[in-house]
């Protein structure tokens, strides 16, 4: 989507310089460009200068005899695709393409194996040898289709509990006491848990960057869409309470998993209420700011027993557990349909009810109608959410507009650089930011909040992700953390982390680059004084690695902290409110605005903006805040996996060291991103996630090919981006 939400009139891909039609022969569609890539170079100055040198480079290859003509583009009247004019001829347009298709993703269930004895289809240097080991050397390497006349998986599905044991001595002398969450008014409906297989499935593809281990992931585990799905109602009939998927859908094992997990009835579930609910049971557990704290000595009448006394003493002494806001961007006119409830429920489920009251979900809902008038009128407002919102989320919505934005952040925002979107800067294409400042301005109880965009899909369970990812961050030394930052890891290349962490400083220190090391300092007029804790308490060559231990993270984000100034992505410049007769601030950049931010970086975002009249566009804003103020920014090396059997080396030149800032994969090298499960062009995610539900895709897959061939995918923990849709043919 772009950037939270899909604007009328507006493709979602937008973060490049150019654009690139979907490729021939692939096994999933890529999305197209088409027409309204381009609407953004209308009617300025500069974008005209642009288009016109654009014509007269085309002109002048013409006149040279340097330009082949091509076959018109054919367009399809289906979901606004573009057919690719056949260039068989011609070769492979990317060398990407010439790299072998990975099949292993589609090993299922009856072929799983213990982790110890699992070996991954890829690196290149083992493909060939693997293949031959699982398929027998007569076989071709197309798609896999392990046959097995076993019906049911080897082995049955196990618990998968990634909470702390909160009933435990170890927990409670630390925190407080967990009281159990329910999804009903009467605490009779338990909210149920999420089932996971104790193996891999044979040759399971690995993935090229991140890696499960160091980020804390259980990673000899995988999710099949039953164990994983079942208890949101994933499976059966709507007169039952489920959601009606999954019926025409190969079934083995899931007689265990039904008897494990049951089958809970969510008609008449309010999950608004059951999140309020388990809060309010747990609100000890939590700091709240805005309750006063007691004074020495102080004691009401209902409490002036010693004893009385002494336990509260107790469990006011204990460590608060921070709270979390898990904003969904959403908007008025989105269609929910069951896939995307059933991902809501789980992100409830297993966040806010499983956790205590840790998160709340909120859904953030743009009212895209500026001449709405919800706030003048609460009735306007109520008929505007129920309109929107499915009703078993109606208590946890909260809705916003362009309009209020301008008011709560009023203009001028002069100086701009450049506005290559040619949008209004309260718009939300260049400012999505501003609602989630707002939100978090109305929302101070919360220590942090994560932005979370609607087409994200996770194959694993959200406590472990978000919990595994938010400790890691933690643990990670402020030492060389920005330059880390700006690198995909890829352990096959790269070794252990620590082997990484002294790559990364020696390749620093060779290229002359000065390391972050605290508030970044260059030339401006009109600054906030930043936070006096962030300043560093020793030189950068005297710390051992040893500042930021143990403090949480400002901003975590999903893909690296690049510097727009060395790559050629296209809103670099869009930098509004300072000086321009100074040189542009440095600034950093995370692709796909998912993540976590802090209450402390959104509270300085707020500032910047309302009372220095500062932004940016809104994949620099939240990093570059963070690089102004000296706060602590992490890119989490979550696993990504690619369609395409990448030679490790040739990966890490392309993403991590390209030639010149033309060559960087975060403006016209983005095509490399097209085969991944995780950027905002990526072709492959939706087709992977698709086939994960059980359905076709590409005619491949689909329920009659699961059940002659080795079953439902099994898939370990991993995030995918975007998913644009989740309705597909089954057969």
């Known amino acids: 989507m772009a950037k939270y939400e899909r604007l009328p009139g507006a493709d979602n891909n937008r973060s490049g310089a150019s654009a690139f039609s979907p490729l021939k022969n692939y096994r999933w569609r890529s999305p197209s460009p088409g027409n309204e890539r381009w609407r953004f170079l ?16 085309g002109v002048a290859l013409l006149a040279g005899g340097k330009y082949t003509n ?41 072929k799983l194996v213990k982790f110890g004895d699992w070996k991954p289809e890829n690196p290149l240097n083992e493909t060939g040898d693997i293949a031959k080991d699982l398929f027998g050397q007569k076989k071709k390497r197309g798609l896999i289709n392990l046959n097995s006349p076993v019906e049911n998986p080897p082995m049955e599905a196990v618990l998968f509990n990634p909470y702390p044991d909160y009933s435990s001595s170890e927990y409670t002398s630390k925190h407080g006491a967990v009281q159990k969450c329910f999804l009903d008014a009467d605490d009779k409906i338990e909210v149920p848990d999420v089932y996971a297989y104790p193996g891999i499935p044979e040759g399971m593809t690995t993935n090229t960057f991140g890696s499960m ?5 259980k990673a000899d585990v995988c999710f099949d869409r039953f164990g994983r799905f079942v208890p949101y109602g994933y499976g059966y009939y709507p007169v039952e309470g489920g959601l009606g998927l999954g019926n025409k859908s190969e079934k083995g094992g899931t007689d265990a998993i039904f008897e494990k997990i049951g089958k809970v009835d969510y008609r008449g579930i309010n999950w608004g209420d059951a999140q309020k609910k388990c809060y309010e049971k747990n609100k000890g557990r939590f700091a709240n700011p805005s309750e006063p704290k007691p004074v020495s000595g ?4 209902k409490t002036k027993d010693s004893s009385q006394i002494t336990t509260r003493a107790v469990e006011e002494s204990k460590k608060k557990v921070p709270r979390t806001a898990y904003v969904l961007r959403t908007w008025t006119g989105n269609k929910y349909d069951e896939y995307q409830i059933m991902t809501i429920r789980a992100m409830i489920s297993e966040l806010a009810l499983k956790s205590g009251g840790e998160y709340d979900i909120h859904f953030l809902v743009h009212v895209k109608d500026d ?9 306007v407002y109520r008929e505007t959410l129920e309109a929107n919102v499915p009703e078993e989320f109606w208590g946890m919505a909260t809705l916003w507009s362009e309009k209020l934005m301008e008011l709560y952040y009023p203009d001028p925002f002069p100086d701009n650089v450049v506005n290559m979107a040619g949008a209004p800067i309260h718009g939300v294409y260049r400012s999505a930011h501003f609602a989630l400042q707002w939100f978090a301005q109305q929302h101070q109880e919360y220590d942090f909040f994560w932005n979370w965009e609607m087409d994200v899909r996770l ?8 919990n595994k990812i938010g400790e890691w961050a933690k643990e990670q030394p402020r030492k060389g953390l920005w330059e880390r930052s700006s690198r995909f890891y890829i352990p096959e290349v790269h070794g252990a982390w620590q082997n990484f962490t002294e790559t990364v400083e020696k390749e620093t220190k060779a290229a002359g680059i000065t390391p972050i090391w605290g508030p970044v300092e260059f030339p401006a007029t009109d600054m906030l004084d930043s936070p006096p804790e962030v300043h560093p308490p020793r030189s950068y060559s005297n710390d051992d690695y040893e500042w930021g231990v143990g403090e949480e993270a400002d901003l975590i984000v999903f893909d690296p902290l690049f510097d727009p100034e060395r790559s050629n992505w296209v809103f670099r410049l869009d930098v509004t409110g300072y000086n321009l007769s100074l040189p542009v601030p440095p600034r950093r950049c995370a692709i796909i605005t998912i993540g976590r931010l802090s209450k402390r970086l959104l509270n300085l975002m707020h500032e910047e903006t309302w009372a220095m009249r500062h932004t940016m566009f809104p994949e620099m804003w939240p990093p570059s805040v963070a690089l102004h103020h000296g706060l602590k920014a992490v890119y989490a090396p979550h696993p990504v996996f690619f369609d395409r059997d990448w030679p490790l080396e040739y990966a890490d030149q392309v993403f991590n ?6 060559d960087s994969v975060f403006g016209w090298g983005e095509h490399n991103f097209l085969g991944s499960s995780f950027y905002y062009n990526s072709g492959f995610s939706g ?6 539900l059980g359905q076709r895709e590409n005619n491949e897959g689909g329920a009659s090919e699961e059940m002659s061939g080795s079953g439902r995918m099994c898939l370990r923990n991993t995030l995918f981006h975007p998913i644009k849709h989740e309705h597909g043919p089954t057969d």
């Open 213 to 217: 281990e160091e980020v804390g992931f």
């Open 657 to 662: 060291h390209p030639e010149t800032d033309f």
């Open 298 to 301: 102080e004691a009401d009448e």
């Open 371 to 379: 001449s709405i008038p919800i706030w003048a009128s609460d009735e």
């Open 459 to 466: 194959s694993g369970h959200y406590y472990e992700f978000h």
């Open 687 to 692: 087709a992977l996630w698709r086939r994960f």
């Open 70 to 110: 091509r076959m018109p583009t054919n367009y399809m009247d289906q979901d606004e695709e573009i057919m690719e004019p056949d260039r068989s001829d011609r070769g492979p347009q990317f060398t990407w393409q010439n790299f072998n298709r990975l099949n292993g993703y589609y090993n299922g269930i009856r």
């Open 42 to 57: 209308r009617l300025s100055p500069l974008r005209l200068l642009i288009i016109a040198a654009t014509v007269l480079f």
